[in-house]
């Protein structure tokens, strides 16, 4: 069973920093492109940043120059590194993945969500 299992949540202050990770278990065939999203309560879930296989990436305007996204592809896992956090920043992070399975099929996979909440 293919899943995407998150680390790295938690409680932090205003100006602090948080580390997000994401890895790939289960046996796939490759990794394309990895994300992550977050929500907030009452929001809708909003993209936070993407990287492709290559390495390019695409971020939210409210995160750019704060949070860097990143992924070790030998490992199978995509990071995310969070600088001055803000309040405005709680919320469940969620991981995404595009996986191609051995049998051929391409899906969107999400990770279980981590809790990231910044205290003001």
């Known amino acids: 069973q293919v899943q995407l299992v998150e680390s790295g949540g938690g409680l932090v202050q205003t100006g602090g920093s948080l580390r997000l990770s994401c890895a790939v278990a289960g046996n796939i065939f490759s990794t394309g492109t990895m994300g992550w999203h977050r929500q907030a309560p009452g929001n809708q879930r909003e993209l936070v940043a993407t990287?492709?296989?290559?390495?390019?990436?695409n971020y939210a305007d409210s995160v750019k120059g704060r949070f860097t996204i990143s992924r070790d592809n030998a490992k199978k896992t995509v990071y995310l590194q969070m600088n001055n956090l803000k309040p405005e920043d709680t919320a469940v992070y969620y991981c995404?993945?595009?996986?191609?399975?051995?049998?051929?099929?391409?899906?969107?996979?999400w990770g279980q969500g981590t809790q990231v909440t910044v205290s003001s």
């Open positions: 995404t993945a595009n996986l191609l399975s051995t049998t051929g099929a391409l899906e969107k996979y």
């Open positions: 990287i492709t296989t290559i390495a390019t990436t």
